[in-house]
């Protein structure tokens, strides 16, 4: 198999002298990457007979041998204690040490496991890589050495060794002589040598280098470690026998029969006998293992050491292969060149079609969706050695929570994964073990240097000789994050020439020709939404999306809507699969998760938790993160039938499954309460397919004042490969009616007046056997008690909250939350009093909150109305600084007492979810305990969120506690870890459990993002800068209540919303019956006699708006307020003209020209190499006339944060020599959107000039694009 090009690869690298340690510097040669090496091949094993062979299990192969177990192993540090001739007989080992293998040795104590992302671990003077340099004193070496004994009855056959994995490098002894050389530590290395063996006992010995110029090639985002990470084991052959195979199982033009394609290369290793045919027998097998085509050859002699030989055939009609139906043949290979040495060999296949066709991915003619992840092989305690049960393990993850494809990011994985994706069901996206990162994309980059092209090719040629056969592989990947040139497009020309039934892609070469997918990674939503607007010739499928560090990803809806409006965008494959932590105990015997910089002193590099990505735990625990990713990716779609009340639409989403064993409950829920439920007759839809469904619901009758909602289930009926009978596959909560009329709060009758006690430190109000206790030094409630029980006592007081601890995505404006000091808010009252009458007792308190420095944050001015039942109104009237960056929260917190373990709530639930990650949740009544609100990330972080909470009841044993009703569905976090101590633990072994809870209930919590690698979060998630106002009620609560009821009580009436429906028209809307709404134009405070709301408000100049909804038997809502501009009537601009005249600095491949292209995925950015230039930078733009501007929009980076532009001066000119400033220390949002600078008027000028002074990350600047507000 492709003889010729491996006849001239031979050349390049080969050399049959001896091994001298003199001239064996191998590892730090590029076009040295192999020696002796056998020619890579199909995974396969030879068997005797024919049960055996069907059952394919190679352990059990007589011609197996496994080497894995206890090997002599003795590690040195650098070149400069290499060990000379320890592969002799002689050489004393009785000192050496044993480890396992396959094993990483730095996982068993010999050296520092190291993570970095993009540079070379090697680098720790942190200078730009010099290939093939590596360090000679800092290069640990691992010697390996075992001995092993060879079956008698293999005398006469060809004995190889197989060494699955190892990294980076290696040279071999077989009974002390040389035997070889390897690199590429993801592909095996195999060796014949069976005239190196004798008989009794035969030793191999191994010398592995950590590091070698092969690294410069394996610059993934993992944990840098080495060793022997795959099987070791011996195999034998007849000396005339299967070299190889290459089975194309095909279908016809018309996607109905199988074209059966088998090419098997022979070869001969002894003398070549002209007497003895070999006789080729080639059998396929069906799904219940018949014989459905049988086809014998005989090659009378061999001209050759290696022959090949092919079978054809039509199969009627078979079974297809898909992720969804994995239909499985059986191949069966028999080689006879004599009785004794007949060999039997079998491989599962499976018929399928892959290709692009008129800019789509078909499978078997059907356009099908990647639903996918990133896995890279990792295990908590073995790290890059992956069991089999492991494996087992995460497919079945997989095929439960609804992927159907996984990219091997980045290097083929071990060959058992390939077995059971085809058995299973898995799409494939198989990645050669290609990145070199740490060079950039550059002149420098490795793909542009041809003495470095060979050493790429052989990578991809191993990768797709070895795995050409598995029908899981419908893609090839030419590998990751490597820069682009003339290496890749031959990589890719040799791969469709060599295997034209496949596509290929490779995300650097963008929309050039040698990809046929365009596959970017982390692409924001309008990007790909911009693409898939447009007719185009091929697929965006997305490489990387949805970075899922720590506490994320967010928006996956808004993805996935946008996949699936268009027939060119065709999924993505989410980062990444697992955490790839590292378990260790600490000295108090507690577990935690270890990551970059764990080991080793503070001079090893280190990228810290960029690893944990996962949406599983190391340990495979099942997270929100896989919930939401299950629920997003399900394959079952509901829809309530517009104006038909018990209707249901159901859409099967599958591509070639049937819904034959799916079975659908359904329950009527009314204000979370299951009122009725039943289930639906099975719908056997066939793919895309869609059906109306009436449900059984006896009565119509519904309360107006309550929310109505259908829970719909999809199961299975019955089990089906690793998906169980019973599963849940799919859901759908559908809103039946949502509330029109509010119900009024009832107030306990109680004839007790409310009793005040007054100090000098504190207010004390008891009303009902219920006590509320206020510090007046800081104008906060600090204490409730309920009869004896203690409910709140916190010296703190109910104080506003704006922190959070950031998760990692908040890495793009976390580090302003500690500039302004959000996380220690200092409080100052401004004034305190209250009034008592006969029905309620106000208390009056205007708070300012201070920051940093004693930087004014924020002023609230609160309104606590006690009632005579003992009830709490809280009115918040929030002002923020409008100088704040992008909040995580605005709230109000507090610390709950020990004893308020129980909760249980009305809102989304029951596991952790946030406004842009809350698909996989619903809207129900959830209980549980506060332990349980507490979600594990390996570095701490924000955690436990729930959203649209109607209510939120806290309560001890006895059931006594306290409930707190918004007037308007709110979120809340509760838990026995504070926002600051979760922030300043870097693991989760440093937290000290308290046994209070802290509580916390807000307005508004920030959604999650994607930042920490990737767009941030969509404007709609954002908690924004403004006036809040904020209400809710405290009420003292035992469980015996009639909580449902309770909770629809409200005493305010809710405010009405304002939505602007253009530039210049206004709507005011309200979702309750029997309001009145009220507003003002100049923000007065409206009342009865200002304008009645009855149509839209159409404006041309300033306004701001001021609204209030008045209803009977509630108080008056709060008032909301906005200001809005007079309208600016834009005119389109053609850019195309524009030019860059003048630019200080740039990074190749990141120039100026970018900010005008259009396109906000591209960016300038500022020469960021040692020794660049430091701030001010500039940029200066023609717009080649003059133009009326009203101002301007600069899109910032939509990926990473560095040189967001912080500080900025603005220039305008209309003949680039005379300048008039427009913005002077101006400052821009740290934030991966736009920012719009509005002039103070209209400015006729051609020339824009922006000098940035400062960046929220490094001494750089970055700029996405440049857009022009020009008016008429």
Not at 709 to 728: E, S, W
Not at 771 to 795: H, R
Not at 878 to 894: C, Q, V
Not at 1011 to 1016: K, R, V
Request: aromatic share 12%.
């Amino acid at each position: 198999m492709t003889k010729i090009l491996f006849q001239v690869l031979l050349l390049t690298f080969i050399t049959q002298n001896g091994f001298c340690q003199n001239h064996a510097k191998y590892w730090q040669n590029p076009q040295i990457f192999g020696e002796n090496k056998e020619k890579p091949h199909a995974t396969f094993m030879p068997f005797k007979d024919y049960e055996a062979a069907l059952k394919n299990n190679f352990q059990k192969s007589p011609f197996y041998k496994s080497l894995n177990g206890k090997w002599k192993f003795n590690w040195v540090k650098s070149l400069q204690d290499k060990l000379n001739k320890f592969y002799e007989s002689t050489f004393d080992i009785t000192n050496w040490n044993e480890i396992d293998v396959p094993s990483n040795w730095e996982i068993q104590g010999y050296g520092i496991p190291i993570y970095v992302n993009q540079p070379y671990e090697f680098m720790w003077d942190k200078k730009r890589p010099v290939p093939p340099y590596l360090p000679e004193d800092n290069n640990p070496i691992g010697y390996y050495k075992r001995n092993f004994t060879v079956a008698e009855d293999w005398t006469n056959r060809e004995i190889f060794i197989h060494l699955g994995a190892v990294k980076s490098a290696f040279y071999i002894w077989v009974n002390g002589n040389y035997v070889g050389y390897s690199q590429g530590s993801k592909t095996p290395a195999e060796w014949n040598i069976t005239k190196y063996l004798h008989d009794g006992e035969n030793s191999v010995s191994l010398e592995v280098y950590r590091w070698s110029d092969g690294t410069y090639l394996e610059c993934q985002d993992f944990w840098r470690i080495s060793g022997i990470e795959r099987d070791v084991y011996l195999y034998s052959k007849a000396k005339t026998s299967v070299r190889d195979f290459f089975i194309k199982a095909d279908l016809d033009e018309k996607l109905e029969n199988g074209l059966l394609n088998v090419k098997i290369d022979i070869s001969t290793m002894g003398m070549i006998s002209n007497e003895v045919p070999t006789k080729c027998v080639c059998k396929l097998l069906d799904l219940d293992e018949k014989v459905i085509y049988e086809s014998e050859k005989e090659i009378e002699y061999l001209k050759q050491k290696e022959t090949v030989i092919e079978f054809k055939s039509i199969i009627q009609n078979p079974n297809k292969w898909s992720a969804e139906i994995p239909n499985l043949y059986t191949l069966i290979i028999e080689i006879t060149p004599h009785e004794m040495d007949k060999e039997i060999i079998a491989t599962k296949i499976g018929f399928r079609n892959v290709k692009i066709l008129e800019g789509q991915l078909l499978v078997n003619g059907k356009a099908i969706n990647i639903k996918g992840v990133n896995r890279h092989e990792h295990d908590r305690k073995s790290g890059h050695v992956i069991s089999k049960e492991l494996m087992i393990q995460d497919i079945t993850l997989m095929k439960q929570n609804n992927i159907n494809t996984v990219r091997t990011s980045h290097y083929p994985n071990d060959p058992y994964w390939y077995n059971l994706c085809d058995e299973y069901g898995l799409y494939v996206i198989d990645e050669a073990n290609i990145e070199s990162h740490g060079m950039g994309y550059g002149p420098e980059s490795l793909a542009k240097d041809t003495t470095w092209f060979n050493a790429h090719l052989d990578r991809m040629i191993r990768m797709v000789e070895r795995d050409k056969n598995h029908p899981s592989v419908i893609i090839w990947s030419l590998g990751n994050e490597a820069g682009d040139g003339l290496t890749f497009e031959k990589m890719y020309q040799w791969t469709k020439n060599y295997d034209s039934t496949r596509p290929v892609q490779y995300e650097r070469a963008g929309l050039n020709k040698h990809t046929d997918i365009y596959c970017p990674m982390y692409a924001s939503v309008e990007y790909i939404k911009n693409y898939g607007s447009k007719k185009q010739l091929r697929p965006l499928i997305l490489c990387e999306y949805a970075h899922s560090m720590g506490n994320a990803p967010g928006n996956l809806k808004e993805y996935w809507d946008a996949i699936e409006a268009s027939d060119y965008l065709q999924g993505g494959c989410i980062w990444d699969w697992v955490d790839q932590g590292i378990e260790k105990i600490d000295s108090n015997g507690i577990k935690y998760f270890a990551y970059g910089g764990d080991f080793g002193d503070k001079n090893v590099p280190s990228d810290g938790n960029f690893l944990i990505n996962g949406i599983i735990t190391a340990d495979r625990k099942v997270t929100p993160k896989l919930k939401e990713v299950k629920k997003i990716y399900q394959n079952i779609k509901f829809r309530k039938v517009v104006n038909a009340v018990n209707e249901i639409e159901i859409t099967n989403n599958y591509d070639f499954a049937d819904l034959s064993n799916v079975y659908f409950k359904w329950e009527l829920t009314e204000d979370g309460v299951s009122i009725q439920s039943g289930f639906i007759d099975s719908q056997y839809l066939e793919p895309k397919e869609t059906a109306n469904v009436k449900l059984e619901i006896l009565n119509n009758s519904y309360n107006e004042q309550a929310d109505y909602y259908i829970n719909i289930i999809a199961y299975t009926k019955k089990q089906c490969g690793l998906v169980p009978a019973n599963h849940l596959i799919a859901f759908e909560q559908l809103v039946v009616k949502k509330r029109r009329q509010l119900t009024p709060y009832k107030f306990e009758i109680n004839k007790l007046p409310i009793n005040i006690a007054e100090t000098v430190e504190q207010l004390k109000v008891n009303a009902n056997s219920k006590s509320f206790i206020f510090n007046k030094a800081i104008g906060c409630l600090t204490d409730i008690e309920f009869g004896e029980n203690t409910i709140m006592q916190n010296k703190e007081g109910l104080r506003l909250n704006l922190f959070r601890a950031p998760i990692d995505n908040d890495n793009v404006v976390s580090d302003e939350w500690f500039e302004f000091g959000l996380d220690k808010m200092n409080i100052s009252n401004q004034e305190f009093k209250f009034v008592n009458n006969s029905k309620n007792v106000k208390i009056f308190s205007k708070n300012k909150y201070f920051g940093n420095n004693n930087n004014y944050i924020a002023s609230v001015n609160s309104t606590y109305t006690i009632y005579t039942d003992g009830t709490m109104q809280i009115d918040n009237n929030i002002e923020l600084n409008d100088n704040l960056p992008s909040l995580p929260r605005i709230g109000f917190s507090t610390l709950l007492d020990s004893k308020m373990t129980k909760i249980n709530w009305f809102g989304e639930g029951p596991h952790e979810n946030y406004s842009d990650r809350k698909e996989s949740s619903w809207v129900g009544i959830f209980e549980g305990k506060i332990d349980s609100q507490y979600v594990e990330y390996v570095k701490p972080q924000a955690n436990g969120n729930k959203e649209n909470v109607s209510w939120l009841m806290l309560t001890n044993n006895s059931n006594n506690g306290i409930m707190i009703v918004p007037i308007l569905p709110m979120s809340y976090t509760a838990s026995h870890y504070d926002d600051i101590q979760l922030a300043n633990a870097k693991h989760t072994n440093e937290l000290n459990k308290n046994e209070c809870v802290f509580l916390s209930i807000d307005y508004k919590h920030r959604g999650l993002g994607n930042g920490s690698c990737g767009p941030d979060c969509l404007p709609e998630y954002k908690v924004e800068l403004g006036v809040v106002n904020f209400s809710f009620y405290l009420r003292p609560i035992n469980m015996a209540d009639k909580i449902v009821e309770l909770g629809r009580q409200i005493i305010k009436s809710p405010p009405p919303t304002l939505n602007l429906i253009n530039d210049s028209t206004l709507a005011i809307n309200y979702s309750f019956d029997n309001a009145k709404i009220y507003y003002t134009t100049d923000g007065s405070t409206p009342n009865e006699n200002s304008f009645l709301y009855t149509n839209e408000i159409i404006f041309n100049h300033d306004i701001q708006i001021a609204a209030i909804a008045i209803i009977k038997d509630f108080e008056n809502s709060n008032v909301v307020k906005q200001e809005y501009s007079k309208p600016i009537k834009t005119i389109s601009v053609d850019k195309t003209k524009w030019k860059i005249i003048y630019c200080d600095s740039f990074e190749k491949g990141d120039e100026p020209q970018n900010v005008i292209d259009g396109n906000t995925e591209t960016m300038w950015h500022t020469e960021w190499a040692e020794n660049s230039p430091i701030h001010p930078h500039e940029i200066i733009i023609d717009l080649n006339q003059t133009q009326n501007l009203a101002g301007l929009k600069l899109t910032h980076r939509q990926s990473g944060t560095n040189g967001i532009i912080k500080e900025f001066d603005l220039f305008l000119s209309k003949d680039n020599n005379t300048w008039e400033k427009i913005v002077s220390d101006g400052i821009l949002q740290n934030k991966k959107g736009m920012d719009t600078i509005l002039f103070n008027e209209i400015e006729n000028s051609r020339y824009v000039r922006i000098v940035a002074k400062s960046s929220y990350s490094g001494h750089w600047t970055s700029l996405a694009e440049l857009d022009i507000l020009a008016v008429k």
